[in-house]
Structure formats: structure tokens, C-alpha cells
């Protein structure tokens, strides 16, 4: 399984965007790469999921290089309910459907 | 749209009992997966099912056993409970995707237990 690191906390104003970095070093040919985000006492919430390139659905993008040892969450325009901490997952594709693996995630603050 | 439910929302008990905790996935979703959440803690699996068969474990603790019935629903039995099993536990759940390789689980509200 590919170590993921992750900032620990970023902050943020409303307005700017945001770009979270997850490295993945050790990622396998088969690994995808899956951002969660969670709020307080509440369940995990899929975001997006990429293998390469960029990503784009109507919540974030996910810019992925060429190498994929490192991944960018990108969360346009921040209002303060995006306040959530962010998970980057990587997970081998023939594993699909089976246990997600969070590690320590990134605590994002929004403020006005 | 339907949302994974979990009953109770809230559970108090104290050390020695048992408890059950009871998820209902999204209608067609035939995936059922156990998550614990310590306080301050990221999320940790426990174990899955997949058409009523355990797929996956983790790092479920000998006094849990869990089991996916008919109807998909699933229920994480808990004894001989410690004060160190107080959390947040959330049920998700997803569908079968033939052939692909998505990792989009829904998760639910979640069940807070309190072992007091």
C-alpha cells in the first residue's frame, strides 16, 4: 500500500483557492489516487478520484504529473463550509470495493 | 436521494454490555463496510461484505462480529465492551461496479457510543 503525506493544517480566506498536495512516492502502476473530505462527527464524503492528468468535477480538481508520486487537490473559490479536513487516499484498482485506508489528512481552516 | 442509515445515532452503555449498531446501505448498493473514529482520531476500517460475505477485514477487535443479512442491512455486534471502544462508528456503502475501480463509498450519519 503507497505511503501517502499530507500537510497537516493549511488556512485559508474566503474567495482564494486552494491546492492540497498529498505525496505518494512509492504509488504502483495499478494505484488510483481518491480524495475524501470530512466534517466534524460526520461520515467521510468522496470528493474525486484520478489515475492521471487532471480531474475536474463541480466541487475540485485533481492535478496528477506525470511521475504520480504527488497529487493536488484544487478547491476553487473556498467558502468557510469547506472548513473540513481532507483525505488523500491511493488504492490499487483490482482492490476497488474494498477497505479504504485514511491516513493522517489535512485540516483545512477557511476564515472570513 | 436515499442516504446510508444507521440506528441508533446515539448509544450509551457501560463496560461489560453489549451493543448492536444497525446499517441500512442506499437502496442497490450490495457493499456494506464498518469504519471506528476514536476522538481525534482518522477513521479506521473494521470490516465489509460484499452479497452477505465478509470481503474484507481490518483491524476489528475479537469482541465485534458483524454480519450482512438478506435485505443487504448489516449489524456490528459489540461485547465485553471497554472504554476504549467510545466512537464514532459509520457504516458506508457502495455498489458493484463490474470491471471498474471506483473507491466512492457513501458513508452514513454514523453512531456515537458512549461506554461509560
Known amino acids: 500500500l503507497a505511503k501517502t503525506t499530507q500537510p497537516v493544517s493549511m488556512d485559508s480566506y474566503e474567495g482564494q483557492e486552494v491546492n492540497i498536495t498529498c505525496s505518494h512516492n512509492?504509488?504502483?502502476?495499478?494505484?488510483?489516487i481518491t480524495w475524501y473530505q470530512q466534517f466534524p462527527s460526520q461520515g467521510p464524503r468522496f470528493i474525486i478520484q484520478?489515475?492521471?492528468t487532471k480531474v475536474t468535477n463541480e466541487v475540485a480538481s485533481l492535478f496528477i504529473p506525470a511521475d504520480r508520486k504527488s497529487s493536488t487537490l484544487s478547491l476553487p473559490r473556498v467558502s468557510l463550509s469547506d472548513t473540513a479536513v481532507y483525505y488523500c487516499?491511493?488504492?490499487?484498482?483490482?482492490?476497488?470495493?474494498?477497505?479504504?485506508?485514511f491516513g493522517k489528512g489535512t485540516t483545512l481552516s477557511v476564515s472570513s | 436521494a436515499a442516504g446510508v442509515i444507521q440506528s441508533p445515532r446515539h448509544l450509551i452503555k457501560e463496560k461489560r454490555e453489549t451493543a448492536t449498531l444497525k446499517c441500512y446501505p442506499i437502496?442497490?448498493?450490495?457493499?456494506v463496510y464498518w469504519y471506528q473514529q476514536g476522538p481525534g482520531q482518522d477513521p479506521q476500517f473494521l470490516i465489509s461484505?460484499?452479497?452477505?460475505?465478509?470481503?474484507d477485514k481490518g483491524s476489528i477487535p475479537d469482541r465485534f462480529s458483524a454480519q450482512q443479512f438478506s435485505d443487504y442491512h448489516s449489524e456490528l455486534n459489540m461485547s465485553s465492551l471497554e472504554l476504549g471502544d467510545s466512537a464514532l462508528y459509520f457504516c458506508?456503502?457502495?455498489?458493484?461496479?463490474?470491471?471498474?475501480?471506483?473507491?466512492?463509498?457513501?458513508f452514513g450519519p454514523g453512531t456515537r457510543l458512549t461506554v461509560t
Open positions: 458506508a456503502s457502495s455498489p458493484w461496479t463490474s470491471g471498474g475501480y471506483s473507491y466512492e463509498q457513501y
Open positions: 512509492n504509488i504502483a502502476t495499478n494505484d488510483y
Open positions: 484520478g489515475y492521471k
Open positions: 487516499l491511493v488504492g490499487d484498482e483490482r482492490q476497488a470495493g474494498t477497505a479504504l485506508i
Open positions: 437502496p442497490r448498493h450490495d457493499t
Open positions: 461484505f460484499y452479497e452477505k460475505m465478509q470481503s
